[in-house]
């Protein structure tokens, strides 16, 4: 529990610039209709992994 409480600190605002950067490169990639697995991939662990650590972390109640 202790690793999501380090996510959750210092590793979101890393992964929060991760899905932004991703989502604005998935976008001008639909727009081209170019391939986008690898982005869409980033995109959703990041968000997965900025999501379970806050769920994790208020869910302990500390």
């Known amino acids: ?7 959750s600190l210092y590793v979101t605002p890393i992964l929060a610039i991760i899905f932004c950067i991703n989502l604005v490169e998935i976008i001008k990639k639909i727009k081209k209709d170019q391939p986008t697995a690898k982005n869409t991939f980033w995109l959703t662990f990041s ?6 650590s806050i769920a994790v972390t208020s869910s302990i109640g500390q």
């Open 1 to 7: 529990m202790i690793i999501f409480y380090f996510i």
């Open 47 to 52: 968000f997965l992994l900025i999501v379970w």
